[in-house]
Nanobody
Framework: QVQVVESGGDSVQAGGSLRISCIVS????????MGWFRQAPGKEREAVSC????????DYVDSVKGRFTVSRDNAKNTLYLQMNSLKPEDTAMYYC??????????????????WGQGTQVTVSS
């Protein structure tokens, strides 16, 4: 059974930084491309970033390019998202999931249909 646990969310001032993490169990982590997703109140969940299974290739939605960096540690079954220069519009619940494709943000989606509880990021102006 696949389980996903996100952590590291917090409340920060605009311009600040956070690193959030996601630990995945129940699958062969290094066989899967992975994605970060976020959902703001009243909005649909959107894909933010992705990384290939070996970590060589990454992709980002335009709104976070140059500010966010996705990485992974396959030995620890862990996915990371380093978020710098945070803006109030980055406020959302953040989730990770396996994705069938990366790069190509328009095709990034939850491959296995399993969501964790998410981690809340709140950015105040």
């Amino acid at each position: 059974q696949v389980q996903v646990v996100e952590s590291g969310g917090d409340s920060v001032q605009a311009g600040g930084s956070l690193r959030i993490s996601c630990i995945v169990s129940g699958l062969t982590f290094d066989a899967y491309d992975m994605g970060w997703f976020r959902q703001a109140p009243g909005k649909e969940r959107e894909a933010v970033s992705c990384i290939t299974n070996g970590g060589r290739n990454t992709d980002y939605v335009d709104s976070v390019k140059g500010r966010f960096t996705v990485s992974r540690d396959n030995a620890k079954n862990t996915l990371y998202l380093q978020m710098n220069s945070l803006k109030p519009e980055d406020t959302a619940m953040y989730y990770c999931a396996a994705t069938p494709v990366c790069p190509g943000m328009r095709f990034v989606r939850n491959r296995l249909g399993v969501w964790g509880q998410g981690t809340q990021v709140t950015v105040s102006s």
